[in-house]
């Protein structure tokens, strides 16, 4: 039992000179050099692995419904994180408190008095006041003008802030 109390006591030992308390109180790495590198490498991977998120907002279709490809229609490709949102005051909610996802489907006829359209102009006015460039987006509405008012609408607004040298969320 000694034996094992003095295995665990020079493992701790050499992790208290390995790490060290930094001057934000924060760990950081004393030393070697090659362990730097590795810790480095497998943040590089994990934030390779980490899902994307795609807001779809529609008010009756499933994303995940078997009979339809759906997720065809997202920007970011099929292995994402989906939020599924079903009127504007939950996408209005999402975005205030989470921020922006990494990439939003419009549809436009959603069952209350409200629209993708007016979404898109929450979703603006959200990018504008953080001065961020909008997330990639696509509209999988049935109703052709609905959907091209929704495009309209965020081409327009990505020329401005482009110009405007907003940055990006991911930046």
């Known amino acids: ?12 030992l050499n992790l208290k000179d390995l790490f060290s308390i930094g001057s934000q109180n924060l760990f ?3 030393r070697p050099a090659l362990l730097k590198e590795s810790v480095s490498v497998a943040i590089k991977k994990n934030r390779k692995s980490h899902r994307k998120t795609l807001i779809w907002l529609d008010d009756r279709i499933n994303p995940l419904e078997k009979k339809m490809d759906w997720l065809a229609f997202s920007p970011i490709g099929r292995d994402v994180n989906i939020i599924w949102l079903k009127e504007i005051n939950e996408f209005q909610t999402w975005i205030h408190t ?9 549809d436009y006829d959603l069952s209350n008095s409200f629209n993708g359209f007016d979404c898109a102009e929450v979703l603006i006015d959200y990018c504008y006041n953080h001065q961020l460039l ?3 987006w696509s509209s999988h509405s049935t109703n052709p003008e609905g959907k091209a008012r929704i495009n309209r609408l965020l081409k327009n607004y990505l020329i401005l ?5 907003f940055k990006s969320f991911t930046d």
Do not use: V
């Open 1 to 12: 039992m000694k034996a094992y109390h003095s295995h665990i006591l020079r493992n701790l």
């Open 28 to 30: 950081t790495l004393n």
């Open 98 to 106: 989470n921020g922006l996802p990494d990439a939003i489907c419009f």
């Open 134 to 136: 909008p997330p990639q």
């Open 161 to 165: 802030a482009k110009r405007m040298n």
